[in-house]
């Protein structure tokens, strides 16, 4: 028999229904951003009873962590076997109900364990952080298959799973990472095993337990998301070079996306920045101020995206600074700053690289018990008593001045005075050392605005807000707690989680000669 375009149109319309039923774009948005619908849904009680007899062979105590990494990555593959074979889009985003649910229900207290088993940040941005991360991350929504028909038939192309994903997870970001990542990893169809910082293990631990019972609870098939207890450079290298693990995502410093580019495996990595923010005279400066602060002293500046210097036009300095002044900064003196150069950094003197960067010519390293601490605890280092909560410390720098080189992670914020607007760019530019992270400008002007976009060519450009919005803080779009600059796919989410498939049917087969 012919086929007609009218019967290939029907055709494609059946697949593309069958293959993405939830992944209506309106409906989809409400998953994500209405969490009035993040209630209990099962999977089907038939596949509930045969997960729950099969898996329970395999574990009962340990709820996806594993003392050994290799009985983890053995637990993820039978996992995602399964996974893939019994369960649709439908069950993934009923099992992503339910974790988006679990952390929501549990923020308090993972806020709380972050900030006591880390030290770093402060406890309302570590909720802020979970609520964004359980409401925005996406779902299968994020899968579209493509087609194409005509004359010779009907092309569909799928997102299919990699396997079992082997991920990485920093100290900044422990809890919501390991949410972001198992949200878009399940959507995709795989499972994960994480090798999380080990400043950050007990809470992890705590969490992955958390995410698995909730998802059994659900019908689903226990350890999708899985850890080591004790992560090591042995664990990770374990990781990396498991025959079972397909993919690796790292989220962390340079070393770290160099040691899985390494791999030979397909991995994406999300390494260090060191945004920059210019400040030119068509700017609202009063709103700048504003948005700098907000940004730069969120959670004490531990975030990768957030403005770690400023470069600003000559003649809107002092108002700008005014602003920040009324708006929550302190603005060091020459010699407090002197003061607290002395404790958080140390000199390079063994010409090692360190921390956030690759380069080991640089002359300072970040002291790490001083990342993420409050402001207010820098000042009564250095003797200053003030009666008011500081989010944030300011002070006029030159351009080589290390706390405008370095990623430094602390509530310091160096203002970098300039002549003009090509003075700015270039500046930040250099500052930023070509890590294509994040970068913000404060600007009316569209050609200055996008002369600085073009010349940065970072993953994240933020005009006139906070860096916040570039991962739908207060901004349009989705959330990610894994910005892939350095391999490419930017903002991650689940469609970076799979491998694309192509299924043809061509026109002839329909035909009988």
């Known amino acids: 028999m012919n086929i007609n375009e009218m019967d290939l149109q029907r055709i494609v319309q059946q697949v593309l229904q069958n293959i993405a039923q939830v992944a209506n774009t309106d409906k989809a948005e409400d998953k994500v951003n209405n969490i009035e619908i993040l209630k209990e849904i099962k999977i089907p009680s038939s596949r509930e009873a045969e997960n729950t007899a099969f898996y329970s062979k395999i574990s009962t105590v340990n709820n996806g962590v594993f003392d050994d990494i290799n009985e983890a990555i053995e637990a993820a593959d039978r996992a995602q076997k399964n996974f893939i074979k019994n369960f649709n889009l439908q069950d993934r985003e009923a099992i992503i109900s339910a974790i988006r649910k679990t952390v929501l229900d549990n923020k308090e207290t993972l806020a709380r364990m972050v900030l006591d088993e880390t030290k770093l940040g402060r406890y309302e941005h570590k909720l802020a952080k979970l609520e964004l991360v359980a409401a925005r991350t996406p779902g299968t929504e994020d899968l579209k298959p493509e087609a194409f028909s005509g004359d010779n038939g009907l092309t569909i192309v799928e997102q299919g799973p990699f396997g079992v994903i082997g991920a990485v997870t920093p100290v900044t970001n422990p809890t919501e990472t390991i949410i972001n990542n198992s949200i878009g990893m399940i959507a995709a169809g795989n499972t994960v095993v994480f090798n999380v910082h080990p400043s950050s293990k007990n809470v992890s631990a705590y969490l992955v337990e958390l995410l ?213 760019i270039d500046m930040a530019v250099e500052a930023e050392h070509g890590n294509r992270h994040t970068a913000m400008m404060h600007s009316k002007n569209i050609d200055n605005l996008t002369k600085f976009a073009r010349a940065i060519g970072t993953t994240i450009f933020v005009k006139n807000a906070a860096s916040l919005a570039g991962v739908g803080a207060e901004g349009e779009g989705y959330t990610t707690m894994s910005i892939a600059g350095p391999t490419g796919e930017g903002l991650t989410s689940a469609k970076n989680f799979t491998r694309k498939r192509r299924c043809v049917l061509a026109e002839g087969g329909f035909r009988i000669i």
């Open 212 to 424: 698995n019972k909730a998802i059994v609870e659900v019908g689903a098939p226990a350890n999708l998301i899985n850890m080591v207890k004790q992560p090591t450079m042995e664990t990770l290298e374990a990781l990396t070079t498991h025959p079972k693990i397909r993919m690796l995502m790292g989220t962390g410093g340079p070393g770290l996306v160099k040691t899985l580019l390494q791999s030979g495996k397909k991995a994406i990595g999300a390494g260090a920045g060191n945004p920059p923010v210019i400040v030119d005279e068509t700017a609202d400066i009063e709103n700048a101020a504003k948005e700098i602060i907000k940004g730069a002293s969120f959670d004490n500046n531990i975030l990768c995206i957030a403005e770690k210097e400023v470069f600003v036009i000559n003649q809107v300095a002092d108002e700008l600074i005014f602003n920040m002044l009324n708006n929550g900064a302190y603005m060091l003196s020459k010699k407090e700053l002197e003061q607290v150069m002395e404790f958080a950094l140390e000199e390079n003197v063994n010409s090692i690289a360190r921390g956030c960067s690759l380069d080991n010519k640089r002359e300072y390293h970040v002291v790490k018990d001083w990342v993420g601490k409050d402001a207010n605890l820098f000042l009564e280092k250095i003797g200053v008593r003030i009666d008011k909560k500081v989010d944030i410390l300011i002070f006029e720098a030159e351009f080589d001045h290390p706390f405008v080189q370095l990623e430094q992670m602390m509530p310091v914020l160096p203002i970098v005075r300039v002549k003009d607007i090509d003075e700015a």
